[in-house]
């Protein structure tokens, strides 16, 4: 995907809420933060706090962006993870995970975890779950605790039958607000 210039996490994340953008243009805009030749936003070496609210899943890969990564020469592979979730099979998933740097698989695995969560895709969850992670971030928490059994049975059957059931103490989620970027 090309385009003339890579929208920073707020920007992506209002123009895909609006329809403006795809999530593959989603996804496109917020791994450029992480390549040697994308384009440089005002702020991108900090964590964007404001966004764990309203966009847990861009605020995780701002996270990880931030904190945890060297710039990569090509960040079509973190993509094309994210185009075998929405397109593929568990098995075009692994495939694609394959193809990252050994030290990124963990990191991209619970993002999956925390978008397949968000859309209550229980076999991919399973999956990932049942392969282990090793810790979870603080916005899988959060969705974990709003899964109601009434109207998500499977993913909150699956969740209380994890592992992630034990690692976690059960509280209430936090309280979504109003935010400018909402």
């Known amino acids: 995907m090309s385009t003339t210039q890579s929208l920073c996490y707020a ?13 593959k ?11 040697r030749t994308g384009i440089e936003h005002k702020g991108d070496e900090r964590v964007h706090f404001n ?10 890969i701002n996270c990880m962006i931030v904190n945890m990564m060297e710039p990569v020469d090509d960040p079509n592979p973190f993509e094309e ?55 979870y971030e603080a916005g899988f928490e959060d969705e974990a605790r709003r899964v109601q059994k009434g109207k998500d049975p499977e993913t909150w059957k699956l969740l209380h039958e994890s592992n ?15 935010h400018p970027l909402a």
């Open 11 to 23: 920007q992506a994340y209002r123009k895909k809420k609006a329809g403006e953008i795809t999530e």
């Open 51 to 60: 966004l764990e609210k309203v966009d847990p899943l861009g605020y995780s």
């Open 25 to 35: 243009e989603y996804f496109y805009h917020l791994f450029q933060h992480v390549s």
């Open 81 to 135: 993870v994210f185009d075998a979730y929405r397109n593929g099979t568990v098995s075009d998933i692994k495939t694609k995970l394959a193809n990252l740097k050994p030290s990124y698989e963990p990191k991209v695995r619970k993002l999956l975890a925390l978008l397949s969560l968000q859309e209550r895709n229980a076999p991919v969850l399973k999956w990932l779950l049942d392969d282990g992670i090793e810790t």
């Open 164 to 178: 992630f059931k034990t690692s976690v103490p059960w509280k209430q989620p936090k309280t979504r607000g109003s």
